[in-house]
Nanobody
Framework: VQLQASGGGLVQAGGSLRLTCEAS????????AGWFRQAPGKEREFVAA????????LYTDSLKGRITVSRDNAKNSVWLQMNSLKPEDTAVYYC?????????????????WGQGTLVTVSS
């Protein structure tokens, strides 16, 4: 499966963005999906994940309450809605897919990665 992330951009602090991850090649519904981010000079970190059927979602504690992950397998898409953005949310955001049954926050469980989309939050 090939993944394409989009929707990043420049936004003022307090604003919102909706990132999209579109899949091609294979049905996205076969894969758990996750979002990760990498800020300048930092390691990539887990943001959110959602199960194949969309029934369960997992969020990193630092962003919980400000983000929502969702998916529509019929559209082969996963979204990350981000609200109340802060300058420290500035990063490249990656979507990923994988076939696994536990440890959704571990990037090593994800086999497929999109190219990343840059989110810049100005103060």
């Amino acid at each position: 499966v090939q993944l394409q992330a989009s929707g990043g951009g420049l936004v003022q602090a307090g604003g919102s963005l909706r990132l999209t991850c579109e899949a091609s090649g294979r049905p996205l519904g076969r894969y758990n999906a996750g979002w990760f981010r990498q800020a300048p000079g930092k390691e990539r970190e887990f943001v959110a994940a959602i199960t194949t059927d969309g029934a369960h979602a997992l969020y990193t504690d630092s962003l919980k309450g400000r983000i929502t992950v969702s998916r529509d397998n019929a559209k082969n898409s996963v979204w990350l809605q981000m609200n109340s953005l802060k300058p420290e949310d500035t990063a490249v955001y990656y979507c990923a897919g994988g076939l696994f049954h536990y440890d959704f926050s571990n990037e090593r469980n994800y086999n497929y990665w999109g190219q990343g989309t840059l989110v810049t939050v100005s103060s």
